[in-house]
């Protein structure tokens, strides 16, 4: 996955880096421990259990415990983080979000910054819940932020970084869309409804959604690692966003199966409460301006070839 691994293998061991990855067990970190280590470089794990073998622990309310094995690592990726779309947000839910995303992001850079020799980069995972509900309003990494939750959040989330980037460590804050796999996330929670036929739009349909293929995330995250002129916010999205209308079309297309049971908005609000106008009712069409500008070439441009890809339709 990515043209990261894809060079590495080209050009050996001279190109090969050592990475530390947080939220290594997660879709996207096993994901990318499997493309890094498949592109011969070294990748360790931080993790909040017992470290076994060369994994390091670490605790989001407290940093790095065994700082001296983070000395001379390249890069570190941190994808940690409470699932945002796991349950309703009560008050407890939403500060739990809160803390395990801003407390754990500042803990880890505070300790990356205290290393006598530093990463070059972190690439801390970031989300364009950043932007908030904003319809047909083209996004860039240039644009304003939110004024809900999660844009909340999100701002809290990146300004988390900040001890790194004093300490003169290339930060880039990848804004992840909604990640396409069929291994977790929203695609696996929508595929058995519209096996059935019963799948379907959700409210009106004209929402805006800005997704990105699991390859193309992992992708992106190699690409942030090893391109040095990126650095800041950088929107990881396709560049082909669609309505949540389209999107259901689509997907049903590919499945070869009606769509043809809507969820009207009255519904998933009861459904899922404030996170149904967060996740699945608002609208945010959001470009990788910086992404592309930077030379990263998708893979999966087009929603439609990517769901065939992932599907293996």
Not at 183 to 210: D, E, H, N, V, W
Not at 272 to 300: H, I, K, N
Request: hydrophobic share 40%; glycine share 10%.
């Amino acid at each position: 996955m990515g043209g990261f691994a894809r060079n590495a293998e080209r050009s050996g061991q001279e190109d090969a880096m050592h990475i530390v990855v947080s939220g290594s067990s997660g879709l996207v970190g096993s994901a990318l421990v499997s493309s890094l280590t498949a592109g011969g470089h070294r990748v360790t794990r931080l993790v909040r259990r017992a470290p076994g073998g060369p994994d390091i622990a670490w605790d989001p309310a407290e940093g790095v415990r065994d700082l001296p094995k983070l000395e001379g690592v390249d890069g570190v990726v941190h994808l940690a983080g409470e699932n945002i779309a796991a349950g309703r947000w009560t008050e407890a839910r939403k500060a739990e979000i809160r803390r395990s995303r801003v407390e754990g992001t500042r803990r880890l850079s505070e300790s990356v910054a205290k290393l006598s020799r530093r990463p070059k980069v972190l690439v801390s995972a970031s989300a364009i819940g950043f932007y908030g509900d904003r319809r047909d309003e083209i996004l860039t990494e240039d644009s304003a932020p939110g004024g809900d939750f999660l844009a909340q959040v999100c701002r809290e989330w990146e300004a988390a970084t900040e001890p790194a980037s004093r300490a003169g460590i290339r930060v880039v804050q990848l804004r992840f869309g909604m990640i396409l796999s069929p291994a977790g996330g929203a695609l696996k929670k929508m595929l058995l409804p519209f096996k059935m036929g019963a799948g379907g739009r959700i409210g009106s349909g004209t929402q805006c959604m800005s997704w990105i293929a699991i390859d193309d995330a992992i992708g992106a995250i190699q690409h942030a690692l090893s391109t040095e002129s990126l650095r800041g916010p950088v929107n990881a999205v396709a560049p082909a966003p669609v309505t949540n209308a389209e999107f259901t079309r689509t997907l049903a297309r590919v499945l070869s199966r009606p769509a043809i049971a809507p969820m009207p908005a009255f519904a998933a609000r009861l459904a899922f409460g404030e996170l149904a106008d967060a996740l699945l009712l608002s609208s945010q069409r959001v470009m990788p301006t910086r992404l592309q500008a930077s030379g990263y070439r998708f893979r999966y441009p087009e929603l439609e070839a990517a769901l065939r890809h992932l599907l293996g339709q």
